[in-house]
């Protein structure tokens, strides 16, 4: 996606997205390479607010997804689909606030730290539920039999969700 604003990082071997620059694309295909180098992170809130921005595809090189745990995509509106490369090592819980319209996080196969089921987003040993899609227009929700915890936020901006099914293993 041509005109999306990058900074180098602190290590002057790669690059982080800052921001959606010029870039007027609904679709973005965040590139694993800036002037030859990897880019390895999205700076925090770098898409905040980005009303237009309708899907997103995060490179195997994409480490961390803002650094203070800053929505990144917080305030995307018409976000519907994110899909999250297998570098991908942690998912702040403001990651996805105020995505209404998010029917499906996908992940990687190779993504050694989450994983995406019916487009819900869990950590990849299943014992934690990361996120719900909040633009899915189901009203009930189970959460997977062996979860033990449940992250800040998970549930956070779900209008359509009336009832959330939590299995014993919750502690």
Do not use: R
Request: glycine content about 10%.
């Amino acid at each position: 996606s041509q005109g999306l604003a990058f900074e180098l990082n602190e290590d002057g071997q790669s690059y982080s997205v800052v921001g959606i620059g010029t870039c007027t694309d609904t679709d973005v295909v965040i590139p694993s390479e800036y002037k030859g180098l990897p880019v390895t992170s999205i700076g925090d809130s770098a898409f905040m607010n980005c009303s237009l921005l309708t899907s997103i595809v995060l490179p195997d090189s994409v480490k961390t997804l803002g650094q203070y745990g800053s929505g990144v995509f917080s305030g995307c509106e018409a976000l519907t689909e994110i899909t999250i490369g297998s570098g991908v090592e942690k998912i702040p819980n403001l990651t996805f606030q105020g995505t209404y319209s998010l029917v499906a996080i996908n992940v990687s196969p190779n993504n050694e730290h989450y994983k995406s089921i019916n487009g819900h987003l869990y950590t990849k040993d299943g014992k934690t539920f990361v996120k719900y899609a909040g633009g899915k227009t189901d009203t009930i929700y189970t959460v997977l039999d062996g979860v033990t915890y449940i992250s800040d936020y998970a549930f956070s901006w779900c209008n359509l969700l009336t009832e959330v099914i939590i299995p014993d293993s919750v502690t």
